[in-house]
């Protein structure tokens, strides 16, 4: 089983509508949640963190469900802008690895 | 505001030929990593460093070795490239070991082997 899993979508969403990716984990034990968004052939840039209240910043949210192992990303009022590939990451046993999901890729459509 | 700085951007090799990916970060973090991106696939660790003077390896270390030469710079090393370590490699830094703390990476380098 891999350690984080997404739904590689794609997405094709029109502007101004609201769109959630999930992305689950293995290892129960992991404390660190991220949101990376990814341009094509750009680096992955950090998005958000995902605590365990659940944290808003602007138009996106993150949530953690422990109990379930998943977190999750909603974009409200998609923008054009907002088309990319965003990545899920969760530290793993020893605290020092991350590990990437394959990423949900989003398009924005006029 | 620098961050995190790889070299070289690009490069081909032919199989068998060495070389050695350059990364350095401005940002005093202790932590380092050398991660490989592949199509369809997510990031995956090749070696890390949680502190200087200390390398651990990652998911995918076979074909590469690393030096943690001191707390800005960290370097990856193919010492006899082949076809299947085409990729596009990145580097990422982080303020703390023991997770917590995101990681800021490098632009990437594109690496193509022949």
């Known amino acids: 089983r891999k350690e984080v899993e997404q739904d590689p979508g794609p997405f094709n969403v029109p502007e101004g509508a609201t769109v959630a990716f999930n992305c689950t984990y293995s290892n129960s034990a992991s404390q660190s949640f991220f949101w990376y968004r990814q341009d094509c052939r750009k680096e992955p840039k950090l998005l958000m963190s995902?605590?365990?209240s659940g944290n808003e910043d602007g138009r996106f949210t993150a949530q953690l469900n422990r109990a379930s192992q998943y977190i999750s990303l909603l974009i409200r009022d998609s923008k054009l802008s907002d088309s990319a590939t965003y990545l899920c990451?969760?530290?793993?046993?020893?605290?020092?690895?991350?590990?990437f999901g394959t990423g949900t890729s989003l398009t924005v459509i006029p | 505001n620098a961050g995190v700085t790889q070299t070289p951007k690009f490069q081909v090799l032919k199989t068998g030929q060495s070389m050695t990916l350059q990364c350095a970060q401005d940002?005093?973090?202790?932590?380092m990593y050398w991660y490989r991106q592949d199509p369809g696939m997510g990031l995956r660790l090749i070696y890390y460093s949680a502190s200087e003077g200390t390398t651990d390896k990652g998911e995918v270390p076979n074909g590469y070795n690393v030096s943690r030469l001191n707390k800005r710079e960290f370097s990856l090393r193919l010492e006899s490239a082949a076809p299947s370590q085409t990729s596009v490699y990145f580097c990422?830094?982080?303020?703390?070991?023991?997770?917590?703390?995101?990681?800021?990476f490098g632009d990437g380098t594109r690496l193509s082997i022949l």
């Open positions: 990451v969760v530290n793993g046993l020893t605290g020092n690895q991350f590990y």
């Open positions: 995902v605590y365990s």
């Open positions: 940002m005093n973090h202790n932590s």
């Open positions: 990422a830094s982080s303020g703390r070991t023991g997770g917590h703390q995101p990681q800021h």
